[in-house]
């Protein structure tokens, strides 16, 4: 009776560590197959399994990690941060270049799903690309309509806060 129950233990411990391997090499290969360096992307390190390049940027120097890898990889490279690949442009020219003739295709935000249940993508602060444009230039063209940017609307501010502080001296503080 005790060899039976030793057998099957050993069968239960082999196939939990079989499970484990499975779980480990399912995970890897789905992380890899998910987070590959997209074909279009620049060159870059290589990127650890789950966490991507988080350990090989020093929190305390990264300006000096990020000019040492633009040494090794040129002024326009990627690394990915997590789950999420982004692209390092290094030197002004590179910048400056990117910003003047691709900024239409530089302006959107990083989504956070939290931020977009609460805020459903709108409003000028959280959204991003047309419906952005569309709010901003809403909300300058009203606020220049009552006067954003003019010196008209500084003596009523200045009528009004004048009042609201006699206001205060009556009632003493």
């Keep these: 009776m005790d060899s039976a129950f030793s057998v ?53 120097k990264t300006h000096e990690i990020l ?7 040129g002024n326009v490279y990627s690394l990915r941060m997590g789950q999420n690949w982004m692209v390092v442009l290094n030197s002004f020219e590179v910048l400056k270049d990117a910003l003047v003739t691709q900024g239409d295709s530089l302006v959107d935000r990083p989504e956070f799903p939290l931020q977009d249940e609460v805020t459903c993508g709108l409003g000028v602060v959280f959204s991003n690309g047309s419906i952005w444009k569309e709010q901003r230039r809403f909300a300058l063209s009203t606020l220049r309509y009552f ?27």
Excluded: M
């Design 8 to 60: 099957i233990g050993s069968y239960v411990n082999l196939d939990f560590k079989g499970l484990l391997l499975f779980t480990a090499v399912f995970i890897l290969t789905a992380d890899y197959i998910k987070n590959r360096r997209p074909a279009y992307f620049p060159p870059g390190p290589w990127a650890l399994p789950l966490v991507g390049n988080i350990f090989s940027v020093d929190q305390t």
């Design 67 to 73: 000019t040492e890898l633009a040494g090794k990889y």
């Design 147 to 173: 006067g954003l940017g003019k010196r008209s609307l500084e003596p009523v501010i200045l009528d009004e806060f004048t009042h609201c502080a006699n206001e205060f001296r009556g009632n003493k503080g």
